[in-house]
């Protein structure tokens, strides 16, 4: 196992790294939508929330060797289903016509009172 770890995505807020490549996969740790630079919560809703998930997600995969295009299953995270539309467009266009296997969870709280969190597992 190798850990991954890159400054274009925020550094890991607790005892995990932001990914480990595991033979030929990549476990990527849920990312929220922090500014790799601040370290602060990017404000303005689910939608602008979703789009700095991905590119946080999507730096962590360049890390590790990886891309959108080779994630095989996604985990999404919710505070609210109510902004699973809003999600769901920007995780649309982030993967274009590769549609990975998903879950898709409603749950009461996230870290930092993110709006949503998303993890991938990916292969090299």
């Known amino acids: ?54 590119k946080n997600l999507g730096a962590v995969l360049e890390s590790a060797g990886s ?4 994630v095989v299953s996604t985990n ?6 109510n902004d699973f539309a809003e999600m769901n467009e ?6 274009g016509t590769h549609k990975p296997a998903r879950a898709t969870i409603g749950v009461s709280d996230l870290p930092k009172n993110s709006l949503v969190e998303i993890s991938c597992i990916a292969t090299l």
Do not use: N
Not at 67 to 70: L, N, P
């Open 1 to 54: 196992m190798k850990a991954v770890e890159t400054d274009k995505a925020p550094k890991a807020i607790g005892p995990y790294s932001q990914a480990v490549v595991a033979g030929e996969l990549v476990f990527c740790s849920g990312q929220i939508a922090l500014d790799p630079v601040s370290g602060q919560l990017l404000e303005g809703g689910v939608k602008v929330q979703t789009e700095q998930v991905m």
């Open 67 to 70: 891309g959108f295009a080779k």
């Open 76 to 81: 999404v995270y919710l505070r609210s289903m």
């Open 90 to 95: 920007v995780y649309a266009a982030a993967f």
